[in-house]
Each structure stands twice: as structure tokens, then as C-alpha cells.
């Protein structure tokens, strides 16, 4: 019997300026990827560079959080943009991590949609196709995180890239696998002990209870922990170590060209 994997990713470097948001120094040594937002929707260079930097230092692989334009919602907006600009969007972001990642010393080794971005990417193949496009010509070795069972993942796939089926630990799930929208009651799972026993069954048993209490089947190579919890670092360490007490090998999510 192969080994159980799971690897854990948190959205960093949303800070902006005088800004702060988010426990990254706390929450670092007990994630496997870091998704460092890239100025779209939050972040700044400053930021950016320091978050590569400590995802450096604790030996967490190193991704490209790329968003709409939209710094004022958050990239929580559903913006109408074009196949052509979703290409363009995503390479420049990626391009600008990366910079900061060789500058360092290291490299990025992941991209993952931020927020509205994601969700749309998730139902549209033609904007799906142009971010996998665009992550495929920026280098066909980096992985490709999208909602799990969606248009995102089977863009990626269907290029060739190695692509992570993504669930989330502390988001509410509908009966047709997608997310429940943020601005409905219980959306997020704000209770540990609750996140924490869904992550567990995800990853442990490829299951989750969706809002209407049917059970889901999912495939999971990656749990997202969220970063701007007022609990974040106690949830990151929790989930940790519950997975890791359950049987799961804990880490990074590995190219398939590398294998």
C-alpha cells in the first residue's frame, strides 16, 4: 500500500504597505507551500520579496497567488475579462514572483487563482485553458492548484502539466462540489475542531459532508489553510499535527517530471 501524501498550502504575503494582514511568520513553519499574492489583489513588492524569503527559511515551496485587478475587493469580485487578458494577468504575476524567488536564491514550484479568479476558473474552461496556458509557458514544471474535479484542473491536465486537486479545510462545500459562497451564512468553518475533522476525512477518506448533509466524494493532493483566520497559526499547527497523528506523510506536492 503507497503512502498516504497531503501536502498544505496557505494563502501569504497579503499585506500591503503600512497594511497587515494575516499571521505568515506563525503560520510558515507548519504549512508545505506558501501561495505569496502578487500585487493584484494584495501584496506589494516589499511583501513580496520578504515572504519568499521566510518561505525560504522554512524549506516551503514557493507559489504564485495570481488575481484580478482588484486590490480594493480583495480579488473577491467576479471581474468580466477576456480568455487574452487572463493570459496576460497570469504571466505578468508569475513573472514577478519569480523574480524575487531567483533573487533569492530559489524558485517557484506552484500557481494557484486567487479568489474570484479561481471560482471562475473553475466553471469556465476558456478562461481555465488560458491560466494553464499561460503557467505552461512560463515553465511546464510548475504545478497547477485548482479546485478539485473542476475545469481549472482538467485545462492543466490536459497540457500536461502536473496539476494538484485542491480542498479546503475550513470552507463549506454545495452537493455539486463547488464552494459555498462566501456571503452565505456558515460559509466558513470558523470552529477548529470542525476544520480540523473535515480536512481530516478529506485527506484520510477522500470524503466531505456538504452543506445539505450529503457526502461528497473528493480527491485531495492539497488542503489550503487560511491565512487571515484571527486563529490562523493555532489552526495551521493543529491540522498539522492531527494529520500527521492520523498516518499522512505532510508534504509539498512534487512535479510528475520529477518523480
Given at each position: 500500500m503507497s503512502e498516504r501524501c497531503i501536502d498544505l498550502n496557505c494563502d501569504m504575503g497579503e499585506s500591503y504597505g503600512a497594511w497587515n494582514m494575516g499571521q505568515d511568520a506563525q503560520v510558515m513553519p507548519w504549512i508545505t507551500s506558501a501561495n505569496i499574492a502578487c500585487g493584484f489583489h494584495a501584496g506589494d513588492f516589499s511583501t513580496m520579496r520578504q515572504t519568499v524569503l521566510l518561505a525560504k527559511k522554512h524549506d516551503v515551496a514557493i507559489g504564485a497567488h495570481v488575481s484580478l485587478p482588484d486590490l480594493q475587493g480583495f480579488g473577491r469580485?467576479?471581474?468580466k475579462v477576456t480568455a487574452d487578458e487572463a493570459y496576460a494577468l497570469t504571466l505578468y504575476q508569475i513573472g514577478a514572483l519569480a523574480a524575487f524567488a531567483r533573487a533569492a536564491g530559489t524558485r517557484i514550484?506552484?500557481?494557484?487563482?486567487?479568489?474570484?479568479?479561481?471560482?471562475?476558473a473553475a466553471r469556465d474552461i476558456a478562461l481555465a485553458s488560458a491560466i494553464a496556458r499561460a503557467t505552461f509557458d512560463f515553465?511546464?514544471?510548475?504545478?497547477?492548484?485548482?479546485l478539485s474535479g473542476t475545469a481549472l484542473t482538467q485545462a492543466g491536465a490536459s497540457?500536461?502539466?502536473?496539476?494538484?486537486?485542491?480542498?479546503?479545510?475550513?470552507?463549506?462545500?454545495?452537493?455539486?462540489?463547488?464552494?459555498?459562497?462566501?456571503?452565505?451564512?456558515?460559509?466558513?468553518?470558523?470552529?477548529?475542531?470542525?476544520?480540523?475533522?473535515?480536512?481530516?476525512?478529506?485527506?484520510?477518506?477522500?470524503?466531505?459532508?456538504?452543506?445539505?448533509?450529503?457526502?461528497?466524494?473528493?480527491?485531495a493532493?492539497?488542503?489550503?489553510?487560511?491565512?487571515?483566520?484571527?486563529?490562523?497559526?493555532?489552526?495551521?499547527?493543529?491540522?498539522?499535527?492531527?494529520?500527521?497523528?492520523?498516518?499522512?506523510?505532510?508534504h509539498a506536492c512534487q512535479p510528475a517530471q520529477a518523480a
Open positions: 469580485r467576479e471581474l514550484a506552484h500557481v494557484k487563482p486567487h479568489g474570484a479568479l479561481y471560482n471562475m515553465d511546464p514544471h510548475l504545478i497547477l492548484f485548482g497540457l500536461g502539466l502536473c496539476v494538484a486537486s485542491e480542498a479546503f479545510a475550513d470552507r463549506r462545500y454545495e452537493a455539486d462540489g463547488s464552494l459555498t459562497r462566501r456571503r452565505e451564512a456558515g460559509a466558513v468553518i470558523d470552529d477548529i475542531d470542525a476544520a480540523v475533522a473535515q480536512a481530516v476525512n478529506i485527506a484520510a477518506k477522500g470524503q466531505v459532508q456538504t452543506r445539505d448533509g450529503t457526502t461528497l466524494h473528493i480527491c493532493d492539497t488542503l489550503c489553510v487560511h491565512g487571515d483566520r484571527a486563529d490562523a497559526a493555532q489552526f495551521a499547527q493543529r491540522l498539522r499535527t492531527t494529520l500527521q497523528a492520523s498516518g499522512l506523510n505532510v
